[in-house]
């Protein structure tokens, strides 16, 4: 009673004096982009643990750990410079001049407002303890304490009143050891002393040592953001174009059903058959034939494909057969270096941003286990999600995923029972199989309704191209020039590839094509930027 008298009476004194000064943020410097870091010692892992933030030692190594949403550095350039940044922000909080005493116990649902905290020994954490900045989200608060420091069972750190982890700061002197369920708050830097953190703890902060090692076990640990920590955007989404049409498409392959499969988007090949598909239960176009349209899809997608596959990498996860696992990852440009095996559940953190994008690009062909599943939280979606994969892709039964995937050069063979996809299925040569799935295309553009309900022979009434087969010359014939604004005419080939396009002015407009192969040809006309006709054109010599 006498001690929580003592700091009200203390509050009040700091309140009415004209020169207080608040605590102070350090500058971390480069240790502000580490999760786990000793700056002398060994740095490891032992169950499942999910990480955000770089992992590393100047002085050691870091072992034991899967895939980590970082950079793994140890002993180079980049760990060297964190140890200095590191050194300079512990002397900073050391400086600190002390305005709270607490007594060594803290937490048991007490509330603590901003300011520097001082612990002359060994500190314990027990329950509950609140952080409250008063609306003041610059408020900072620091803890030095001069002992050890350790938490009891599933005891909490609570943030209220706009408090940011970023603004707490715990110095330790001693060892830092976090009993399993703690849920901890704050850069916590330990001076000369192992840092420990238990099974099914929580660590929305820092874990790092001046000279100690720093062991994790089965935990769930990320850098805090805010305190103006950039916001992640991830890199530029790749340009889909009329691909975006499409919920299931393959440039050379045919697309096949079996069973009751629902699809939102158009479904189609630019060299092969769609098959299977009831017309019923899909919202868009099945193109069964190759038409115009697909021939625009095939060459849209090779432009995605060359946008993600010439990304530079962030951030390269070591431990392709381990993926999923519920890693968390933030919107930046991932690379898995070889076949990749997704178990269980991979969580997409948009951290608050709704325009973060993430591209995952794997070098070799992709599986998931039955059930596993991509979800999406703080934001995210899933038209900002893309997968470049190089080789054959399948997504076992009962899984849901989000995302658009680019299959280069491989087969989406088995699209298997129950699986549901937001997103779109596109391959650039290979056959695409799905079987009693549900696939929904996100955010398709207005210019697909149109895409949608034509098909080769649909739409025939706005112009006339003849003839057809044609040799050395068509000619296209408006029937209503009034009706078609800024108007054009475009021919690609059976690769996607435009050889033809003109502003059609003239009611009637003759073009030479003598330099065209024989071969088959697609059209589109294009009318204030939508399709308003396509079909198929055969070259004769």
Not at 220 to 237: E, F, M, Q, R, V
Request: glycine letters at 10%.
């Amino acid at each position: 009673m006498k001690t929580k008298l003592l700091n009200k009476l203390t509050v009040i004194v700091l309140l009415l004096s004209p020169f207080f000064t608040f605590a102070q943020a350090p500058n971390l410097g480069t240790a502000a982009n580490f999760e786990l870091f000793s700056t002398n010692g060994a740095v490891t892992n032992t169950g499942i643990s999910q990480v955000t933030g770089n992992v590393g030692t100047n002085n050691g190594s870091s072992t034991g750990f899967g895939n980590v949403n970082g950079v793994m550095d140890d002993n180079n350039g980049a760990s060297a410079t964190c140890a200095a940044d590191l050194l300079s922000a512990y002397n900073q909080l050391n400086a600190d001049i002390p305005t709270f005493f607490p007594a060594p116990l803290i937490g048991n649902g007490d509330t603590l407002v901003a300011g520097v905290y001082s612990i002359s020994g060994a500190a314990v954490l027990n329950l509950k303890l609140y952080l409250n900045a008063k609306g003041n989200a610059n408020a900072v608060f620091v803890f030095q304490i001069q002992g050890s420091f350790s938490t009891n069972a599933a005891s909490k750190i609570i943030l209220i009143n706009g408090t940011e982890a970023c603004n707490v700061f715990w110095k330790v002197e001693g060892m830092v050891s976090m009993a399993a369920g703690t849920s901890m708050k704050g850069t916590v830097i330990a001076n000369n002393a192992a840092i420990t953190i238990y099974t099914g703890d929580t660590l929305e902060g820092r874990a790092l040592s001046t000279t100690g090692a720093v062991n994790v076990d089965g935990v769930l640990a990320y850098t805090p953001i805010g305190c103006g920590s950039p916001l992640l955007t991830g890199p530029a989404a790749p340009t889909l174009g009329a691909t975006a049409c499409y919920a299931l498409f393959s440039s050379i392959g045919a697309v096949s059903n079996s069973g009751v499969t629902y699809v939102t988007g158009d479904i189609g090949s630019n060299n092969g058959s769609a098959t299977g598909f009831n017309a019923a239960d899909v919202t868009g176009t099945i193109h069964t034939i190759p038409d115009g349209s697909t021939a625009v899809c095939a060459h849209d997608l090779v432009t995605a494909y060359n946008d993600i596959s010439t990304l530079p990498y962030d951030i390269q996860l070591l431990y392709p057969a381990q993926f999923g696992n519920n890693l968390v990852l933030t919107p930046h440009t991932y690379l898995l270096n070889a076949a990749t095996v997704f178990t269980d559940t991979l969580y997409l953190n948009a951290e608050g941003n709704v325009n973060g994008v993430f591209v995952l690009r794997i070098e070799g062909a992709f599986s998931t286990g039955v059930y596993s599943k991509v979800k999406l939280i703080n934001g995210a979606q899933s038209k900002n999600v893309f997968w470049q994969i190089e080789g054959a892709v399948k997504i076992n039964n009962y899984s849901v995923f989000c995302g658009t995937i680019i299959c280069h050069n491989g087969a989406l063979g088995a699209i298997n029972t129950g699986v549901n996809i937001e997103g779109r299925l596109l391959t650039t040569n290979g056959a695409l199989t799905t079987t009693a799935v549900t696939v929904i295309a996100p955010v398709i553009p207005g210019g697909c309704t149109t895409v949608g309900i034509s098909s080769i022979n649909a739409i025939t009434d706005m112009a006339t191209i003849y003839p057809n087969p044609f040799e050395n010359s068509m000619h296209v014939v408006v029937n209503d020039l009034s009706e078609i604004n800024n108007c054009e005419f475009r021919v690609y080939n059976v690769l996607g590839n435009k050889v033809l396009q003109a502003t059609i002015i003239n009611q009637s407009t003759t073009f030479e094509t003598s330099k065209l192969p024989s071969g088959t040809y697609f059209y589109q006309l294009i009318g204030d930027n939508k399709l308003i006709q396509s079909g198929k054109l055969i070259s004769v010599k």
